[in-house]
């Protein structure tokens, strides 16, 4: 079936960089994609989104790229905060519903 | 502050015994609201599709009569684990669409802790 998976499990980065956290998709009929933030013993927390007509979003220290070409969803994060550690999922839309696939996640570790 | 809310959000319950976890949206309605199923370091697997005023639709390999699913209004949908065992013991997610600036964005509850003893 269609999947959404991530390249890298665990993202160490010092405090104040930049984070880059990347996602695979493969349903090319996916229309509507999500990042998400996911705190231990939490409900995922709405990151950012952005629509399949756009290749670009920026948030508050956050952008979202979305390449249609290769099916790549990337979530950048400027100058990292110890509060940002979390496990972050991609989540993809297929274009009819609003039922969500996710992604495997990735761990991201913030270093003092 | 919160715009899906979930109650409780944890429960411990005997095994053979069910339990209800509530799933509301705050602020508007959503007549579709998700349920997943997290395991720990996994990523959300969806179980069912709820909707207000007709049968949930189930993903394949749930069972339909192990978590019952109403949605009784347009805030309001439950998931009953039914006679629940020890592999039952989860945490259990639900979404609603349609809250947000522009009325389309997913928004998560906080989740509900379910331990089986």
């Known amino acids: 079936g269609e999947s959404v998976g991530l390249h890298l499990p665990t993202l160490s980065v010092q405090e104040g960089d930049n984070s880059i956290i990347n996602c695979a998709y493969s349903?090319?009929?996916?229309?509507?994609f999500i990042w998400y933030k996911q705190e231990s013993g939490k409900g995922p927390q709405f990151i950012i989104d952005i629509r399949s007509n756009m290749d670009k979003r920026q948030g508050q220290r956050v952008t979202v790229l979305l390449n249609k070409t290769v099916k790549h969803l990337s979530l950048q994060i400027a100058a990292t905060q110890p509060g940002d550690s979390a496990v972050y999922f991609c989540a993809e839309r297929g274009a009819a519903g609003n039922k969500l696939t996710f992604g495997g996640g990735t761990r991201v570790l913030v270093k003092p | 502050g919160a715009v899906v809310s979930q109650h409780p959000s944890w429960v411990i319950c005997k095994s053979g015994t069910s339990v209800k976890i509530e799933c509301r949206s705050l602020?508007?309605?959503?007549?579709?609201m998700f349920w997943y199923r997290q395991f720990p370091k996994q990523s959300l697997m969806l179980m069912a599709t709820?909707?207000?005023?007709?049968?949930?639709?189930?993903e394949q390999g749930v069972e339909k009569d192990k978590f019952l699913i109403n949605h009784a209004s347009l805030t309001l949908s439950t998931l009953t684990v039914t006679s629940a065992h020890p592999e039952d013991s989860s945490f259990y997610i639900c979404?609603?669409?349609?809250?947000?600036?522009?009325?389309?964005?997913?928004?998560f509850g906080e989740g509900s802790w379910l331990t089986v003893v």
């Open positions: 349903n090319s009929a996916s229309d509507y």
């Open positions: 709820s909707n207000e005023g007709s049968k949930a639709t189930y």
């Open positions: 979404s609603a669409p349609g809250g947000g600036p522009s009325g389309n964005t997913i928004y």
């Open positions: 602020d508007f309605q959503a007549t579709t």
